[in-house]
């Protein structure tokens, strides 16, 4: 999947949101990719999902994990385009762990997929908790990369669209300093409420 297909993908669907938010970092953008957005489309799902795969295979994953929420769908369909098992990770009182009985087989190769990645601290904690199992976490896949590649894993990092796009911290951030109400549409924050 180009990357110029993908962009217009997310423009077409909804999915990429201009305006004043507060990303799950804590960090304020003017741009939002809400992946789930696009990834309601099965078909598109699937598309972004057999992309992803294509980048990953050479990895020879056992098993894809994806952190919840914005690394369940992608998750599911890279690691069905895969042919291997799909998982997930959680949040539960801060902590990133593996639930609802999920195991890891010791030396088990792993994939981390995201939908978007901008600090990459999901990705971080999901490998963590992926290695603490007895995984052998063997790369990292995400539709977005709001870095432009500007974040190291030390381990492969595929993504789909990678490009700068604009954080700050909230002291720094252009938007609030011109007054703009700020918007939270991140997953964390509504994780949190449920």
Not at 3 to 13: D, G, H, I, P, S
Not at 124 to 137: D, F, N, Q
């Amino acid at each position: 999947m180009r990357e110029e297909a993908l962009l217009r993908a997310f423009e077409e669907t909804g999915a990429l949101r201009r305006g004043h938010f507060e990303l799950s970092s804590g960090l304020h953008s003017d741009v939002y990719f809400q992946a789930a957005i696009l990834l309601q489309h099965p078909d598109r799902a699937e598309v972004v999902g057999r992309a992803l795969a294509r980048l990953l295979k050479p990895l020879e994953p056992d098993v894809v994990v994806g952190p919840a929420l914005g690394g369940i769908i992608v998750g599911w369909e890279v690691a069905r385009a895969l042919g291997v098992r799909g998982l997930f990770t959680e949040r539960k009182d801060g902590q990133m762990l593996l639930r609802r009985s999920f195991e890891m087989k010791p030396g088990e190769r792993a994939v981390v997929i995201e939908d978007v990645l901008t600090t990459g601290k999901s990705i971080r904690e999901t490998a963590e908790t992926l290695r603490a199992a007895g995984a052998e976490v063997v790369g990292i896949g995400a539709i977005v990369d709001r870095s432009g590649g500007a974040i190291e894993f030390g381990i492969p990092l595929h993504v789909l669209l990678s490009l700068p796009v604009g954080s700050w911290e909230p002291s720094k951030c252009p938007e609030c300093a011109h007054g703009t109400p700020v918007e939270k549409p991140g997953s964390r924050a509504q994780a949190a409420v449920g």
